[in-house]
């Protein structure tokens, strides 16, 4: 079983940064990937940035060049660096971790924290 922490949400002005984290507790297997989702008001949850296990990184369009996500292997964590923050980025950001023991597949969600883009 894993359990997942977030942190770094809030209010920030447009063009400002925030900095999530999500610390995993628990056995995550070799294969994995961990990443961001998020979820704005009357939309669905949607892939935000995700860094699959040998290091490949994933981003949505419309965070390219502006967000960065890497994890801390030490400290079995995953992070977003999120950089010339918008309105239209203001969400609920939820932390992912899919891990695999083939055939199995495990899933896991943290409790989401907001993120609040407005001057």
């Known amino acids: 079983q894993v359990q997942l922490v977030e942190s770094g949400g809030g209010l920030v002005q447009p063009g400002g940064s925030l900095r999530l984290s999500c610390a995993a507790s628990?056995?995550?297997?070799?294969?994995?990937?961990m990443g961001w989702y998020r979820q704005a008001p009357g939309k669905q949850r949607a892939l935000v940035a995700a860094i699959i296990s040998g290091g490949a990184t994933n981003y949505a369009d419309s965070v390219k060049g502006r967000f960065t996500v890497s994890r801390d292997n030490g400290k079995n964590t995953v992070n977003l660096q999120m950089n010339s923050l918008k309105p239209e980025d203001a969400a609920v950001y939820y932390c992912?971790?899919?891990?695999?023991?083939?055939?199995?597949?495990?899933?896991?969600w943290g409790q989401g924290t907001q993120v609040t883009v407005s001057s």
């Open positions: 628990g056995s995550i297997f070799s294969r994995y990937i």
């Open positions: 992912n971790v899919v891990t695999f023991d083939p055939p199995r597949r495990y899933d896991y």
